[in-house]
């Protein structure tokens, strides 16, 4: 099993620019989640899917898009990016009988 | 409001010493409690949840009801604890999680 892998490793943008993260696990599970990472704030979500056709705002949604049209993708859409978005990007899917979170290597995206 | 907290941001202990990371929540009703740990280059993983009550790597976390607790603890540190230490909340019946701000440990030769 991969797990959840995430794609691409490392993104610079340009202030205006969109993109999209990739996220996929083979893990079947249901719940999916969206984190970023920044210094001193600790992981913040900012989207999640309890299963395919499903999603929902996290903490901190503005900014992004989120669908979830199979179980084992969810990618995540930057629609215009700014500075104040320039952060690590962790996806996350959940095992749905041990509550277990099972995190990708992340995405550092750096927003000029 | 729903929330964990974790004081410490930084924690620096000598080879050998105890260390205990501390986590307070703040949540209406039974949630379950977790903590992860993410070491250097590498990416979050599970290091231990209250339910199951087991010791992983030398660290044992007891949750405490009455405050609200629950500290992460080890009585030796070794060198290779150093990382960073995410306290975390699922609420009951839910997948949603609630994150600590996290505390980076750092274990002194």
């Known amino acids: 099993n991969a797990g959840v892998t995430q794609t691409p490793k490392f993104q610079v943008l340009k202030t205006g620019q969109s993109m999209t993260l990739q996220c996929a696990q083979d893990?079947?599970?249901?719940?999916m989640s969206w984190y970023r990472q920044d210094p001193g704030m600790g992981l913040r979500l900012i989207h999640y899917?309890?299963?395919?056709?499903?999603?929902d705002q996290g903490e901190v949604p503005n900014g992004y898009n989120v669908s979830r049209s199979t179980t084992e993708d969810f990618p995540l859409r930057l629609l215009s990016a700014a500075p104040s978005q320039t952060s690590v990007y962790f996806c996350?899917?959940?095992?749905?009988?041990?509550?277990?979170?099972?995190f990708g290597p992340g995405t550092r995206l750096t927003v000029t | 409001a729903q929330r964990v907290t974790q004081p410490e941001k930084l924690l620096s202990v000598f080879k050998g010493a105890p260390v205990e990371l501390k986590c307070n929540y703040s949540?209406?009703?039974?949630?379950?409690l977790f903590w992860y740990v993410q070491y250097s280059r590498q990416r979050l993983q599970l290091l231990l949840r209250?339910?199951s009550r087991e010791s992983i790597k030398g660290f044992t976390a007891d949750l405490n009801k009455g405050e609200t607790s629950f500290h992460l603890k080890k009585p030796f540190a070794q060198e290779e604890d150093s990382a960073m230490y995410y306290c975390?909340?699922?609420?009951?019946?839910?997948?949603?999680?609630?994150f600590g701000t996290g505390t980076r440990l750092k274990v002194l030769a």
């Open positions: 949540y209406s009703g039974s949630p379950e």
């Open positions: 209250h339910i």
């Open positions: 975390a909340l699922s609420g009951g019946g839910t997948y949603k999680y609630i």
């Open positions: 893990m079947n599970h249901e719940y």
């Open positions: 899917s309890v299963g395919a056709g499903i999603t």
């Open positions: 996350a899917s959940t095992d749905s009988l041990s509550y277990e979170q099972y």
